[in-house]
C-alpha cells in the first residue's frame, strides 16, 4: 500500500512537473519501492521487533533447503515468463490485425481484468489455500487438502462470478476511466467490447490456478509449471489463433480465443489435480 501511495503521488511530479515524462514515470516507480522498502529495512535489522530476528551470523547454509526452494522457485518463475511471452504474443496479433488502438483498447481493458484478478489471487485460490494446502501436504492430511482445493475453489468462483457479472454490466461506466479525454474516447467503443468478452476470462479461473497452487504447496513446481504451460502457452494461444486468423473473426476472435482457452485449461488442471491426489493416496496413508 505505502509502495502504490508514494507511486501515485511522485507520478504526477515526476512527468509533469518536471517534465520528464514516461521516463519519471518509470523512475517514481522504482523511487516509491525503494522508500517503501526502507520500514522493512527498519523493523528487521535495526528495530527487530519482529518474531525472527535476522542475524547473519546464525545463518548457516543448508543445500537441502536451497533444492526444496529452487524445485518450487523455478518453475514458478517460468510460469510469470510464459504468462509475459502470452501477452506480448497476443499484443503483437492485435497490432497486425487492428493497429495500435486496439492494443490501447485491450491493455486498458486488461488493467480492469487483473483488478478482478485480484480478490481471486488473494482469497480464493491464491495465497491463502497455497499456506493452508502446504500445512495440509505437510501433515500428510489428505482430507485438509481437498478441503483446502475445494473451499479455495468454491471461494473463487463465487467472487469471478460477481465480478464477471459487475464488469459485464458496467462496461460502459468503466470504460470512462480510460476514454474521458478528447483524445482517447475513440477507446470507448473498444473497451466495452474487450471487457464484456474478457470478463468470462476469470469465471471458471479458480479451477486451474489453485490446481497449480496446490501442486506448489506440495513441493510440485514441474506440474504446477505443465498446467500453466498447457493453459496459457498451448490453450490460449492455440484457440485465440484459431478464432482470430482461421475463422476471421480477428481482434475479437482473440478476446474469445483467449477465454476459451483459458476455460479448457483450468478445467483439465483440476481434472489432473484430483487424478494425481487420487492415485497418490498412500502417501497420505503412510
Known sequence: ?????????????????????????????????????????????????????????????????????????????????????????????????????????????????????????????????LTVGGAAYGARNLVNLKTSLNYGIKLGLISSIIICSFFFIFADSLSYIFSYSADSVILGPKIVEALRILCFFIILMPFGVLSGNIFQAMGKGTKS???????????????????????????????????VGMQVGCMIGYIYINYYLKKHKSYFNS
Open 1 to 129: 500500500m505505502l509502495t502504490a501511495f508514494i507511486n501515485m503521488l511522485l507520478d504526477p511530479i515526476f512527468i509533469y512537473n518536471l517534465n520528464l515524462g514516461v521516463g519519471g514515470a518509470a523512475l517514481a516507480t522504482v523511487l516509491a519501492g525503494t522508500l517503501a522498502a526502507l520500514p522493512m529495512v527498519y523493523w528487521m535489522f535495526i528495530k527487530q521487533d519482529s518474531f525472527l530476528k535476522v542475524k547473519m551470523s546464525e545463518y548457516k547454509t543448508n543445500l537441502g533447503i536451497y533444492k526444496d526452494i529452487l524445485v518450487v522457485g523455478i518453475p514458478a518463475s517460468l510460469e510469470q515468463f510464459i504468462i509475459s511471452f502470452v501477452s506480448i504474443l497476443i499484443n503483437y496479433w492485435i497490432t497486425i490485425l487492428s493497429g495500435t488502438v486496439a492494443v490501447a483498447a485491450y491493455t486498458a481493458t486488461w488493467r480492469l481484468i487483473s483488478i478482478g484478478m485480484s480478490p481471486l489471487i488473494g482469497i480464493g485460490i491464491g495465497i491463502a489455500a
Open 225 to 259: 509449471l505443465a498446467i500453466t504451460v498447457l493453459r496459457s502457452f498451448i490453450m490460449e494461444v492455440i484457440f485465440a489463433g484459431l478464432f482470430a486468423f482461421v475463422f476471421n473473426m480477428g481482434v475479437v476472435g482473440i478476446y474469445i480465443g483467449l477465454v
